[in-house]
C-alpha cells in the first residue's frame, strides 16, 4: 500500500493556459475523489468516481474543468483557459466501497498557481 | 444547507496541556462525522470518525463523541505534545452521500 500519489505536486502556470493533474489511487480502490482547498479554508468536493464512472459534480466544477478516470484507475483532472482564481490545492483522495460506508484517504495534493 | 463550523484558530498550547477544538454542524438527517489531521508537508489523514449519535471516536489519545442533541463533535485530548501540532479539520458526510464536508480548519501549536 504506497497511498494515493497526484503528479505534480506543484504547478505555476499563466492565466489562460490549460493544465492536467493526475492521481494515483490505491490500488484496488473503486473510489476516487477530488476536492479543491484554498489557504484557509478546508476541501471543498469537486467530483467523484466509481470505478469509471463519474458519479456527481459539483456546482464549483465550471465548463472549464474536466475529470476522467478512464479504466478505472488512475484519474486526471484538468483545467481549461485558467483564471487567477482556480489557484489552490487540489486534492485527491480514494476509498473501497464494499457495501458499507468507507474510508477517504488523502493524496499530499497539487498546488496550482496561476499567475 | 449542509456545513461544519470549527473555532477559530491559531490555538496555542503548552505541552500537557488539555485540548479542546470545538465543532458543531448542520446537515440533514444522520451524518457521519470525522475529524481529519494534516501535519506540515503532509497530506490529510483521518485521525477518528463516528458514525452514529452517542459514539465515541478515539485514536492517538484523542476522543471526539458524536452529540445529537448540540449537533457537536468536539476534538479532546488529555496531555497534548508538540507532535501534535498540526491543522485539524471537522468534516460531515451525509447518511446517503459520499463527500466530505469539511470545516475550515484549526491549526494548533504547541510549545515545549
Known amino acids: 500500500d504506497t497511498g494515493v500519489s497526484q503528479n505534480p505536486r506543484h504547478k505555476i502556470t499563466k492565466r489562460g493556459q490549460n493544465v492536467t493533474f493526475r492521481c494515483d489511487p490505491i490500488?484496488?480502490?473503486?473510489?476516487l475523489y477530488w476536492y479543491r482547498q484554498t489557504l484557509g479554508q478546508g476541501p471543498e468536493f469537486l467530483t467523484y468516481?466509481?470505478?469509471?464512472?463519474?458519479?456527481?459534480k459539483s456546482r464549483l466544477l465550471s465548463d472549464r474543468f474536466s475529470a476522467e478516470r478512464p479504466k478505472g484507475s488512475f484519474s486526471t483532472l484538468e483545467i481549461q483557459r485558467t483564471e487567477q482564481g482556480d489557484s489552490a490545492m487540489y486534492l485527491c483522495?480514494?476509498?473501497?466501497?464494499?457495501?458499507?460506508?468507507?474510508?477517504?484517504?488523502f493524496g499530499p495534493g497539487t498546488r496550482l498557481t496561476v499567475l | 444547507g449542509n456545513s461544519v463550523t470549527q473555532m477559530e484558530g491559531p490555538v496555542t498550547l503548552s505541552e500537557e496541556a488539555f485540548l479542546t477544538i470545538n465543532c458543531t454542524y448542520t446537515?440533514?438527517?444522520?451524518?457521519?462525522l470525522f475529524w481529519y489531521v494534516q501535519y506540515p508537508g503532509e497530506g490529510l489523514q483521518l485521525l477518528l470518525k463516528a458514525t452514529k449519535a452517542d459514539d465515541k471516536g478515539s485514536n492517538k489519545g484523542f476522543e471526539a463523541t458524536y452529540r445529537k442533541e448540540t449537533t457537536s463533535f468536539h476534538l479532546e485530548k488529555g496531555s497534548v505534545q508538540v507532535s501534535d501540532s498540526a491543522v485539524y479539520f471537522c468534516a460531515l458526510r451525509l447518511e446517503y452521500g459520499n463527500k466530505l464536508v469539511f470545516g475550515a480548519g484549526t491549526i494548533l501549536r504547541v510549545k515545549s
Open positions: 446537515a440533514t438527517g444522520y451524518p457521519s
Open positions: 483522495a480514494s476509498s473501497l466501497n464494499a457495501g458499507g460506508w468507507d474510508t477517504q484517504y
Open positions: 490500488s484496488e480502490h473503486n473510489r
Open positions: 468516481f466509481q470505478n469509471e464512472a463519474q458519479l456527481e
